[in-house]
Antibody
Framework: EVQLVQSGAEVKKPGESLKISCKGS????????IGWVRQMPGKGLEWMGT????????RYSPSFQGQVTISADKSISTAYLQWSSLKASDTAMYYC????????????WGQGTLVTVSS | SYELTQPPSVSVSPGQTARITCSGD??????AYWYQQKPGQAPVLVIY???ERPSGIPERFSGSSSGTTVTLTISGVQAEDEADYYC???????????FGGGTKLTVL
């Protein structure tokens, strides 16, 4: 069974750094793109970027380029989303998704990680 | 930047047909995908490649495409279909994804 299991909720202060994770199981982790999607409170879905764990090829949405870093450790089948300096506006639910092979679509979603940034 | 446009809300009575549209300039060249999201849950794919239905999705969900507009149709709407619906596609260069703003379906 394919699963994407994300790390738990985080509460951080502005200016702090953070790295959240997404562990894939039940499939060949290195053969599928993993993406990240943001959902701010009461708002819609926003695609942030994606990584191919097989060779670490990474693409970012223009809206998120330079704001976050996407990485992966294929030895432990885990993708990451990290911030070097959080802002209150980073408060949101973050989902990792697996890209359906050959399509520009997600076929599996993680359960989401809620990040709260507040002083 | 590329955008997909959806109506903010659609309301229908149980048993009626709900239609949710999504417009974008690249839709004639790129497939569209539809996700259903219920409160507190992760989204679920209900239509892929404009009109295909994943296994496990009820037959009352269908999709269609015409020019720069794609449409999600829910026939015989049930109370359990009340949710937010998002269209999603890729830009014309196949580089990045984009989501529509979402449509809240209310079952009266």
């Amino acid at each position: 069974e394919v699963q994407l299991v994300q790390s738990g909720a985080e509460v951080k202060k502005p200016g702090e750094s953070l790295k959240i994770s997404c562990k894939g199981s039940g499939y060949s982790f290195t053969s599928y793109w993993i993406g990240w999607v943001r959902q701010m409170p009461g708002k819609g879905l926003e695609w942030m970027g994606t990584i191919y764990p097989g060779d670490s090829d990474t693409r970012y949405s223009p809206s998120f380029q330079g704001q976050v870093t996407i990485s992966a450790d294929k030895s432990i089948s885990t993708a990451y989303l990290q911030w070097s300096s959080l802002k209150a506006s980073d408060t949101a639910m973050y989902y990792c998704v697996r890209r359906w092979t050959g399509l520009q679509s997600a076929d599996y979603w993680g359960q989401g990680t809620l990040v709260t940034v507040s002083s | 930047s590329y955008e997909l446009t959806q109506p903010p809300s659609v309301s229908v009575s149980p048993g009626q047909t709900a239609r949710i549209t999504c417009s974008g300039d690249a839709l004639p060249k790129q497939y569209a995908y539809w996700y259903q999201q219920k409160p507190g849950q992760a989204p679920v794919l209900v239509i892929y490649k404009d009109s295909e239905r994943p296994s496990g999705i009820p037959e009352r969900f269908s999709g269609s495409s015409s020019g720069t507009t794609v449409t999600l149709t829910i026939s015989g709407v049930q109370a359990e279909d009340e949710a937010d619906y998002y269209c999603q596609s890729a830009d014309s260069s196949d580089t990045y994804w984009v989501f529509g703003g979402g449509t809240k379906l209310t079952v009266l």
